[in-house]
């Protein structure tokens, strides 16, 4: 049997991981990058670790309902993935002393679909009730 407390308690599982995986990831690419850093790839660990694994244990520890819509929950997960990749992404380009307009519209992304499936979380759980 796969009951949400469950479910909730892997993805914070797993997001925590992925927050371990950014800051790795940071650190290796400040080695072959002869120190230089960013503070976006610094600080990207931020999305996974407050944006799923804070969220995703709260929800377990208020005893929260499964997701009402899967779509919804991916949606969420998937806006949580593009921040951290655009975080990603603008640290390196930032390190290459360049920029790109593309950034801006990659985070305008990640944020609707957080808050689309945020959005869908609470029409579900209203519908519900």
Known sequence: MYTSAIKSGKTAAIYCCTAALCVAITNIYALFGHGIRSRHMDFM?????????????????????????????????????????????????????SGSRWITVIRYAGAALTAVGIGSYFAGALKRK
């Open 45 to 97: 660990f931020l999305y996974p670790l407050i944006g799923g694994a804070l969220i995703f244990a709260l929800l377990k520890l208020a005893g929260a309902k499964k997701p009402v819509s899967r779509a919804g929950y991916n949606i969420y997960n998937s806006g949580i993935a593009t921040l951290t990749a655009a975080a990603m992404l603008e640290g390196i380009i930032e390190i290459a002393g």
